[in-house]
């Protein structure tokens, strides 16, 4: 028998909602309350999400951001900035000590991005993982597709996820965005460059570097098969069976919680 893991499709909600529930996935999976957790989700509006860890000022142009009429929300893990738009995006929740989960955080990902490298190639999609770090040449971007990190997945030397990992209450939390589509000029809109020329070539160079799902598919893949193939992905690449979870009236009132008091707030989004 398989172990069940409990599968949340959340479907479209706002940038704050999305994040709280990432963190509230993790408190009860850490208190023993629900199993392993995937989930997949949308954003509505789209948004812009930076690492714990990032700098907004001088990095991020917020009048761009509103005037597209997107949201910024910090993520509670690290990386580095990420345009969520049109886009299959995933959590995975585990517990550190899970028997199919090694120590180490590079180890882990290249565990969990089994089950993405299985989601690609449900796909037709002949995604690999990305070389390992040392030979990466890095660029210092805010921007989070401007280059492979060790075990993300890439088409051709070009990255096509990209994931970023937190462990809190010995739980890991590893999301990550799955681009359908991609708008590099939208994308770079939400930057901040020293002037048109640099943003430009910036713009240009990261043509070679990303590229989304409908540019390496043989046709356009309307989100439904995309979801899918990422479910049935993960089933394989993590040897689980997905369970339809539900949320209580209760754990949704805890959600509803937490954003209002962190991920809404400017003390939160603005606090690097």
Not at 34 to 58: C, L, M, N, T
Not at 61 to 84: N, W, Y
Not at 186 to 213: C, H, Q, S, W
Request: proline share 5%; charged share 30%; net charge negative.
């Amino acid at each position: 028998m398989k172990e069940k893991w409990c599968y949340v499709d959340s479907g479209y909600a706002s940038p704050a909602y999305n994040m709280a529930l990432d963190e509230a996935l993790l408190k009860w999976h850490s208190k023993g309350e629900i199993p392993p957790v995937i989930r997949f989700y949308g954003w509505e509006p789209a948004a812009v999400s930076v690492g714990y860890f990032q700098k907004i000022d001088g990095k991020i142009d917020l009048e761009s951001v509103k005037a597209h009429g997107f949201e910024i929300v910090r993520r509670p893990t690290g990386g580095r900035a990420v345009l969520h738009d049109n886009e299959l995006t995933y959590s995975v929740i585990v517990s550190e000590n899970h028997t199919s989960m090694p120590p180490t955080v590079t180890e882990a990902y290249r565990v969990i991005s089994e089950g993405l490298l299985k989601g690609f190639r449900n796909l037709g999609v002949e995604a690999e993982f990305s070389i390992p770090e040392g030979k990466i040449k890095q660029t210092g971007s805010a921007v989070c597709f401007d280059e492979p990190s060790w075990y993300e997945l890439i088409v051709e030397g070009r990255k096509v996820a990209g994931s970023a990992q937190t462990r809190q209450k010995g739980v890991i939390l590893q999301h990550g965005s799955i681009p359908i589509a991609m708008d590099d000029v939208t994308l770079f809109d939400m930057f901040i460059y020293p002037n048109e020329r640099v943003k430009e070539r910036a713009r240009k160079a990261f043509g070679g570097k990303a590229v989304a799902i409908n540019e390496v598919a043989d046709c356009d893949v309307p989100m439904e098969e995309v979801k899918s193939a990422f479910k049935a992905g993960f089933e394989q690449g993590l040897d689980v069976e997905l369970i339809p979870y539900t949320l209580t009236d209760e754990q949704r009132e805890e959600v509803e919680e937490l954003v209002r008091t962190r991920y809404q707030t400017d003390e939160w989004t603005y606090s690097r």
